[in-house]
């Protein structure tokens, strides 16, 4: 029999603060209504100055570990999805190994900006699958509220911090628990750089005076319309892959995890891949776009709700810079 990855946990968490729209009108001109009708967010939360991606990560794992009760010196493989890291060396993965005292596992970050986490499941998959592992922690952890331009209008409302994780395994031991059946995953580098992080890389080394005055730090939505577009079509795009790959049709499909950039994405997307809207899970109005961390978290989110049920067919889908975008099957 071909072996099988369980999902045998979920975990989130959001910072306790919490950043409604009237907050962005002390930097620029707009209004809640804006935000709220463009956009689909009324609030988002915040780190605290002291927390990094891995103290988020952190939570969501302990929140998950609560329940599940895995011994850290277990966890074999630790792959965290994230473009905030709390440093670019050592990795976000390799500090959230220390932290949670996963002294055992082999920890390295992915980076595929909003699309993070579905990368983050495809690689554990691979090494679950040919077994150099027989478990996995995939999290996707983001400090959006960092990488922000409080005065760039038509970015800075989007943004949220959050993170979430699954526990993988291929112990027969947890049959009857949730499958990752598919993975798939894509690029597009050519057209890539409509959201960007300028500044930091080794294209404006050292970070100088002159490219933090030019605020070359934050992250730049460029053409944030065709965003939108661009955004549909590959959205729908890796929903039908899923479904054919997988010999289901759009009627079968229970519940889709879209990664939250803007409501208007996922209206169109729904449309476009002849799934009503009702079974799109949403969390975009209370935590707005937190990047790779949409999907874990919202996947938690429905997991603990009672949305997603056992024999559900779940759909994760996601789509950002690089471009990237890709999606997963789960029998639940
Ligand atoms: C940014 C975004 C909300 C803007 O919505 P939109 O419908 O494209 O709006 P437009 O760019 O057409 O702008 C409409 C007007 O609102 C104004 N506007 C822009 N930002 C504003 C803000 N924060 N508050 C109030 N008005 C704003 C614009 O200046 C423009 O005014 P004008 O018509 O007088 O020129 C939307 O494009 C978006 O969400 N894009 C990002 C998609 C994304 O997240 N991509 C990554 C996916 S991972």
């Not at 956009?39 to 927390?51: K, N, S």
């Amino acid at each position: 029999m071909e072996k099988e990855i369980y999902i045998v946990g979920t975990g989130s968490y959001v910072p306790k603060n919490v950043i409604n729209n009237e907050f962005f009108k002390q930097f620029i001109e707009t209004s809640d209504e804006w935000i709220y009708t463009r956009t689909g967010i009324r609030e988002r939360r915040w780190a605290d100055r002291d927390e990094a991606a891995s103290d988020l990560a952190a939570q969501a794992f302990n929140k998950m570990n609560k329940e599940l009760k895995i011994d850290p010196l277990d966890i074999e493989l630790i792959v965290m999805a994230t473009i905030t890291p709390d440093t670019q060396c050592p990795s976000g993965a390799n500090w959230l190994e220390a932290k949670i005292g996963a002294k055992n596992a082999v920890s390295f970050d992915v980076t595929a900006a909003c699309s993070g986490f579905i990368f983050a499941l495809d690689v554990a998959k691979q090494y679950l699958l040919n077994g150099t592992f027989k478990n996995a922690l995939v999290v996707a952890s983001e400090i959006m509220s960092r990488v922000i331009d409080l005065y760039d209008r038509d970015s800075c409302i989007l943004w949220g911090d959050a993170a979430g994780c699954v526990f993988l395994t291929t112990d027969e031991k947890y049959q009857g628990y949730p499958v990752l059946k598919s993975t798939h995953i894509f690029t597009d580098g050519e057209n890539g750089q409509n959201l960007l992080m300028p500044g930091g890389g080794s294209k404006t080394t050292p970070i100088s005076h002159e490219s933090v005055d030019k605020k070359l730090h934050y992250l730049k939505l460029i053409q944030a319309n065709d965003s939108l577009r661009v955004a549909v079509r590959r959205f729908s795009e890796s929903i039908k892959v899923a479904l054919k790959n997988n010999n289901l049709s759009p009627e079968d499909i229970n519940v889709v995890i879209p990664h939250q950039a803007n409501i208007r994405i996922i209206q169109n997307v729904a449309k476009l891949s002849k799934i009503p809207m009702e079974k799109f899970y949403l969390t975009i109005e209370k935590y707005a776009n937190s990047s790779s961390s949409t999907v874990p978290t919202a996947l938690d989110e429905a997991v603990r709700d009672g949305t997603i049920k056992k024999g559900d067919n779940v759909i994760l889908t996601a789509f950002g810079g690089g471009l990237t975008w890709g999606s997963a099957y789960i029998k639940w």
